[in-house]
Nanobody
Framework: VQLQASGGGLVEPGGSLRLSCVAS????????MNWYRQAPGKQREAVAT???????NYTDSVKGRFTISSDNTKKTIYLQMNNLKPEDTAVYYC?????????????????WGQGTLVTVSS
């Protein structure tokens, strides 16, 4: 299963961006969906998580500003980012765990997207 992330770019502080991540392949369901980010010189950190039944969790620094969502019919997850701050500047990666169906057999997958750069600067 391949994941294609998009939606990054340059935005001023206080602005908004919406990231998308589309899964391709024989995906039956997406069960655990995550957004991570890695800022220059820092370790990759988990930003937001959602489950197949729409439970969500956020790292403290983005609570109230970021919203993660998913659409299983479109095999897509989203990260709506509002009131962006310079410290949100990072490469954002999507990560999905789920179920595939290939030639009549179920399997599991965990995949990473290629990353999309978000730069918050005036």
């Amino acid at each position: 299963v391949q994941l294609q992330a998009s939606g990054g770019g340059l935005v001023e502080p206080g602005g908004s961006l919406r990231l998308s991540c589309v899964a391709s392949g024989e995906v039956v369901s997406m069960n655990l969906m995550n957004w991570y980010r890695q800022a220059p010189g820092k370790q990759r950190e988990a930003v937001a998580t959602t489950t197949y039944d729409s439970k969500t969790n956020y790292t403290d620094s983005v609570k109230g500003r970021f919203t993660i969502s998913s659409d299983n019919t479109k095999k897509t997850i989203y990260l709506q980012m509002n009131n962006l701050k310079p410290e949100d500047t990072a490469v954002y990666y999507c990560n999905v765990e789920g179920i595939t169906l290939k030639r009549g057999r179920f399997g599991s997958f965990q995949s990473w997207g290629q990353g999309t750069l978000v730069t918050v600067s005036s």
